[in-house]
Every structure is written in C-alpha cells, then in structure tokens.
C-alpha cells in the first residue's frame, strides 16, 4: 500500500510513501504519520491511499501512525485541493495555515515544560515520565533530544499524549501574546470528606480552634462548597476577607487542597437557545426572503443598511440552523469584531456558541478544534482562519460585513479570500451562505443582480431611526499655517463640544496612525526615509521614535538634516496620535481614547476599550479602520472624517469603492438608537462624486456609476485578475525577470497583460518589486490555462542561473 502525505512545506506536488505491512490496518485518510525527508521528519497528513507503485522511484517507509482516527474529515482535504489549485499554491501551505501548531510537529520542534503541571508524574507511563523528567530539569526539549532519551526514532505518539496531558506546550505557542487561563481551585483534603472526620477536626483540633482566622477561613469555604459546585481560590478569599497567608497555613496543616487548572476561556454557559427580543417588520420581512432565497439558491447577499438590525436577522437563522442540529460558522473580517459580537451571540446561544481566530494560543486553538470535530460546539465565531476548522456537520456559513478586505490573505500563501473560500466549502455540504453588508462588494452586488446569488434588502433602520445627515466642511476655505492639513475645523469643533455637554458620544476617524506620516526639512525639502524600503518614515510622539510601517524598522527621531545639515523639521499631515494630542489641549476634562494597532496591542485591550465606551466611560474616540467595522454604540450622535481625501486619492481601481465603503461604514455609527446622528466630513476636493452618494446613503447610485468604469476597462466584476508580483535584492535583476515573464506570455495573453511596472511602494525589507497584472475574461478554462502557463514560467524563470533567486508570487483575485 502506498501513501500519498501533504507535509507542511512548499513542495510543487505531495510525494508519496509506503506503508508497512504493521500500519495497514491502523492508517486512514486524514490520519497524521510520522515520515522523513532529507534527514528531518515531518508529522504528516494522508490525503489518498493506492496501491499503485510510483515508477520513477522507491518510496520510503511511513516510520509511525500518529493517530488511531482522523484528525480532519474528507470535506477539509476537498478544501486544502480546492484551496492550492485556486490560489496557486501548495497544499502544504495550506496545511500550514490550516492546522494547529500541535498537528504540525517537525523535527525542529521544540517542547517546553508547562510549570502548571507540577512535579507529580505519577498517571504518565515510563517513556512519557522519562521526558516529563528531563523537561523538568532542562525546561525546553527539541525533539532530536527526545529522540535520545527515548533511544528511538519513534517519539510522536508520546509527544502527543504529553500535551494533551498538559505536562508541555509546543514552542509556537509561547510566542503567542495570549497565555492559557488558569485558576486555582481549593479542595478538601481527602480524609476530611467524611463527615465524621471533618466534625472531629472542626471540634477536637486545637491548633485551628487558636487560630480564629483560618477557622473562619475554613467555615466560609464549606459554605461556598455546599452552596456551588466548586470553589475558587478568590472567591473563597474574597468571601471570608482572608489573605493568603492564612489559607497557606490551612495547606500546611493537609487540611486544604489548592489545585490549578486550566478553564476555558468561554465560561461554560448552559447550552439552551433563548431569543429575548421582537424583530421590526422590516426584518421579518427579509427573514422570510432569505428562507426563501435559500430555497432557489444556496448564496444569499443580504443588503441592509447601516443599523438595520442585520445580526438580529442572523441570530434568527442561526437558531433554525441549530434546532436541525447543524452547525454554523460565523466569520468576521476582524479579530477586533469578535468581542462585542461574542457577548450578543452567548446571550441566545450559551455554550452552543465558541470562538475562534488567531490571537488565541495554541493549546486553545487544539482543544477549540477538538471541540468542533466531535460536534460539541454548534455555533463558531472567528476570523478568516476558522474556514479551516474540522465541520462534519455544517449547515450555514454567514460572512458578515462581506466587502472588507480583510478577508483577504495576504503574505504568507495560501493567500485565499475567505468570502469566496466560504462559498465554495459551504458547497461540501450542500450549506447554505448568507453574505451581510450595508455597502456589499462590487463583485458580489453584482452577483446577485444578475442571480447567481439571491438579493435581499433590508432599508429601514432598526426602531425606525434616521440615517445620520452628513455635512461637507470645505477645508480650501479655512487659513491655515506652515500650509499644514487642518486638523479639526471650528465647525467640528463646535459640534464636538455641543455632543460631550449633551452627554452624547463622538467618534472621530482618521486612517493614518503614529504622530506625523512625514516630516520634512524646513529649508531644502528632506524628507526621512527607511533604509530598507522606499516610503517616509512615520513619527511616534508616544515612543519618540520614527517607525517604517512596512518593514516595523525603528529608529531615532532626525534632529539634523542629512542633506544640507538644518535642524528644523515641519511636521506633515497627521495621525491618530497627533489628534489625540489636540483634543485633549481643546476639550480638557474630556475622556479621550485612541483605538488604533498602536493602542490595542495586548489580546483583551481592543475588548476592555469596547466596554469602556458601551459603558460611556470615554466621551471621544478616535480611531484607524478599527471604529469602522460593524460596532454598535449607543449614545454616538457625532462622527467626523477629518480626511477623506486620503481615501479619494489612491492610484487603484477599486478607490471609489473602498472610500465609499469607509465613509458609509464610519458614518453608519451614529444616531443607532434615540436620536438622528450628525457626521461631519473635512475635505478639500468637494466635488468629488463619492460625495455625493455618500451624503445620499445610495449605495444603488454609487453602483450604478461606477459599472461603466469598470467595464470599459475591463476590471472586476467583468474580468478576473491575477497579480503577479517579483521580488529580489538587485533592481536590474528584478526588472528582467519581470519582462522575461511578460515577453513570453504576451503570445497567449497580450490583449490582458497590464505591465510589468514597479508599485508605489517599490522597495520594501531591501528586496526591489515589480508587478505584472493579468485581467482574464471569467472563463474557466482561459483562467485554468492562465494559471498553468505562469506556473511555467516560474518553473522556467528559476531554471535560469540569473533569476534563480527572484522570489515569484501570484497573488489569485488580489485585493
């Protein structure tokens, strides 16, 4: 019998092993085997079994099962296929991608002791106690050395049962910032389980009779015994207004027992459905439409308005869903997101409900997995990443806020869109996929006028409340100084001060963060770039540092000009930072905060801001794209755009469609309950068309205008593009490889070839880029060819001596 394995590694095919005659029975499709190649061992996965011997080679034997039942079901191979052929890349990255850390051990994996577990290895058997030793006194292990302990080759079955005992963590997930959750439980020593033994200590024992305090320590915690279940070490605490002392005395004396132990970091809600609220009229008319739209098609676009109540529309179908016994995956383009939106769900759902994205750590990731795999967990909340998950039973996919980019992978591969991902697996099981945004995709709107997908709209805001009325502040008409961007203008400053005396909220949106995007010389122009690419540097005034957004380079700030030697610098343009800073000199006394990449690094920072301003803890809240995305304030009556030529001005196709989508989206977060909001927008080019359907909130107009442009050059919705971009160290080399590439293609695709030329940024971590963009008529079998001839040309480019180190990546549908 013969293997074929998908290892974690770019490899241009999946290679094939033998397997023993000692596996035959024990090895299935979607199983983990132990193989080696080139002298290091991979923890591979079988994709096919055959019988067909490879004639060009011997194949290896497979050197150990790693476990006895699948690790992911058939419908997740479909989709690492689907995935790599689509994307253009391997399955290896896509197993990359799509598994845990603790599925993908390599021989370069590093173990390290998890101190929680103790010193006490007496349920582990001999060769998983001599490792838990050796951990112990080494505290870190790479598997070679585990390989030697052990004296065998073989050690993946032990390793597993390790970590699944908790005795250690693979290293990958120490570099999470996420740790696991722990709480320390307190316990009865055994004896003292009998009632007459307790009776005898609390009546007889001297000691504790002199010590009042561990006596009322200990009262306190049989009360919380007998009352709950269990009994946390600060609850007991807190209870009996004990302090640890006290109760490490009442551990000295074996009377008490304190014991640590990881809990989820969802509690264990009762899993019960309980839908509290009425829908509108309006939405019970498109919950009708979508069921019935799911009768003719499996993809629905569900259009609602900003504030329409469209999660409430969700959590309706997501019961029905449920109640079959099938299972829901609920993506959203942000890990941000998941926070306010996991509160909603958990309220209705309980413990049908469970989260999944990237910030959690591995040992979550791995036991989330499990949970999802034996069908415990119903209903899934998660980022793009959870589309890898092991569903056997999924019925629905729901893709909230469909248009952002962010569903979109970048770097690494597989770079997959998780929207057009999802309607595919969604097809593995014959689910159905609802698509839910107030400003839908270009490409997807127009799937569903012209009825691949079905199209419900949803145009009443929830309670009947107004869309927001926006206001255009022409900033040409406002002096400013040092020909510096206003900040903010005295209009916005006025309403801002009228909706923090009103005790109202205001977000104000500005898609830069740092201080300063640039600074420049005073007297020759200078401006500070990144050694390692070619863009400006941007100012952190928090840090004092200037900091390259591309390659994260940091450095010290210019006092001195490194042309003409001035020491004067004007600050250019602004970010977050630098309004925050303006604010707080303007609105003294006001609670200002700052929700940017800068400022909710740590994994619970974006979530405690969120609580803080739903609690009306902060009156202004500046912020990047974060504020954008679907959040829901209730007390927000004011927003301002204090830029929005930045976003009018990119050199890039879908610019329109993106500032649009920014505007209406940022906009859409005030008056969402008892009054009608205000948003202000600061702008210098007024006459901008975008304008004009933003202050309209008609998505159908913007639409409508920008199909021609589309289609006369021949862009997405019409075509189908693949953007091939060239990476190497020397310019001259990266420039002929990419007109090596075009020349040969031009034969078959001259008409679609747009290139080779270099992007704005052209230089990014020291490797010089050049882009080649094919626009493909949507036919599959001109994309298939497509494809298949830039594989070739890879193959060939690499072949040459010169360009054997240019770095070639297709980037399928690029964002």
Not at 205 to 225: G, I, T, V
Not at 518 to 524: A, K
Request: proline share 4%.
């Amino acid at each position: 019998m013969f293997a074929e394995i998908i290892i974690p590694l770019a490899l241009p095919k999946n290679y094939t092993w033998s397997v023993p005659e000692r596996f035959a029975d024990k090895i299935q499709k979607g199983c983990r085997v132990e193989v080696q190649l080139k002298n290091k061992k991979y923890a591979g996965v079988v994709k096919d079994l055959h019988f067909q011997k490879p004639e060009a080679f011997e194949p290896k034997e497979i050197l150990n099962v790693i476990d006895l039942e699948p690790v992911i079901y058939h419908s997740q191979l479909q989709l690492w296929n689907w995935i790599a052929h689509y994307y253009m890349c391997s399955e290896g990255e896509v197993m990359a991608a799509a598994l845990p850390a603790h599925f993908k051990l390599s021989s370069e994996t590093i173990l390290v002791f998890n101190e929680d577990f103790g010193e006490d290895f007496s349920e582990l058997d001999h060769d998983e106690y001599l490792v838990a030793e050796a951990l112990l006194i080494k505290k870190e292990l790479r598997l070679t050395e585990v390989q030697q302990i052990l004296d065998s080759s073989h050690v993946y079955p032990v390793v597993k049962r390790l970590i699944e005992k908790r005795c250690c963590y693979v290293w990958e997930s120490l570099k999470e910032s996420y740790a696991p959750k722990t709480e320390s439980f307190v316990l009865l020593r055994p004896p003292y389980n009998q009632e007459e033994e307790l009776e005898k200590l609390l009546n007889e024992d001297r000691k504790l009779q002199r010590a009042e305090k561990q006596m009322e320590l200990l009262l306190s915690y049989l009360h919380l015994a007998r009352t709950g279940s269990q009994v946390t070490k600060s609850e007991l605490l807190k209870k009996s207004g004990a302090t640890d002392a006290q109760l490490k005395g009442l551990v000295d004396k074996n009377i008490l027992l304190i014991e640590k132990r990881n809990i989820d970091r969802l509690p264990n809600l009762a899993k019960n459905i309980e839908i509290d609220f009425e829908l509108s009229g309006a939405q019970k008319q498109a919950l009708t439409e979508v069921r019935s739209a799911f009768e003719l098609r499996p993809v629905c676009l569900l259009h609602g308005i900003t504030s329409s109540g469209k999660t409430q529309v969700y959590i309706h179908v997501i019961e029905e869903f449920i109640r079959k016994g099938q299972q829901v995956l609920y993506l959203l383009p942000e890990i941000a997101l998941t926070s306010q939106i996991i509160r909603r769900l958990q309220k209705h759902f309980g413990g049908y409900i469970g989260i999944y994205h990237s910030k959690f750590n591995q040992n979550e990731r791995f036991e989330i997995w499990n949970k999802i795999k034996s069908g415990e967990l119903k209903v899934v909340l998660g980022a793009r990443s959870a589309l890898f998950l092991p569903f056997e039973q999924l019925g629905l996919i729901i893709v909230d806020e469909e248009h952002d980019a962010s569903y979109k992978q970048q770097d690494p591969a597989p770079r997959y869109h998780a929207r057009d991902t999802a309607v595919y697996y969604a097809s593995l099981f014959n689910a159905k996929v609802l698509l839910g945004s107030a400003t839908p995709s270009v490409e997807s709107y127009f799937n569903a006028i012209n009825g691949k997908y079905s199209l419900v709209v949803l145009n009443e805001r929830y309670g009947n409340v107004q869309l927001p009325s926006i206001q255009i502040i022409d900033t040409k008409k406002i002096s400013q100084h040092a020909r510096n961007k206003i900040i903010i203008s005295e209009e916005l400053k006025r309403a801002i001060g009228e909706s923090i005396s009103s005790k109202k909220q205001v977000i104000l949106f500005q898609n830069r963060r740092g201080y300063s995007p640039y600074q420049v010389c005073q007297t020759c122009g200078w401006i500070p770039h990144c050694k390692n690419c070619d863009v400006s540097l941007t100012y952190h005034k928090l840090t004092n540092k200037l900091i390259c957004h591309y390659c994260g380079t940091v450095y010290q700030p210019v006092i001195v000009c490194a042309v003409c030697g001035n020491h004067q610098f004007i600050q250019r343009n602004f970010g977050t930072e630098r309004i925050e800073e303006q604010l707080e000199e303007m609105f003294q006394g006001a609670r200002i905060s700052r929700m940017d990449i800068d400022s909710v690094r740590g994994k619970n920072a974006h979530d405690t801001l969120i609580r803080l301003f739903e609690q009306g803890r902060i009156d202004l809240l500046v912020g990047t794209q974060m504020v954008v995305k679907g959040l829901d304030f209730d007390k927000v009556n004011l927003v301002g755009i204090l830029d929005a030529d930045s976003l009018l001005s990119f050199a890039e196709f879908r610019v329109n469609e993106r500032a649009f989508q920014l505007m209406e989206q940022v906009s859409g977060r005030a008056g969402r309950k008892d009054s009608e909001g205000r948003v202000l927008i600061q702008v210098a080019n007024t006459r901008h068309p975008v304008l004009e359907f933003v202050k309209k909130h008609d998505y159908k107009l913007f639409f409508q205008n920008e199909l021609p442009a589309r289609h006369r050059f021949f862009y997405p919705p019409y075509s189908r593009i693949i953007l091939i971009t060239f990476k190497h160290k020397l310019k001259d080399v990266v420039n002929d490889a990419a007109n090596f590439c075009a020349n040969a293609m031009k034969k078959d695709f001259g008409q679609w070839i747009v290139g080779p030329a270099e992007p704005v940024v052209s230089r990014i971590r020291n490797q010089y880029l050049m882009e080649l963009l094919l626009k493909l008529p949507k036919d599959g079998n001109t994309i298939a060819y497509a494809k298949q001839v830039i594989q070739q040309q890879v193959a060939i480019l690499h072949n040459n001596k010169k360009f054997r180190s240019v770095v070639i990546i297709p980037d399928v549908d690029a964002v």
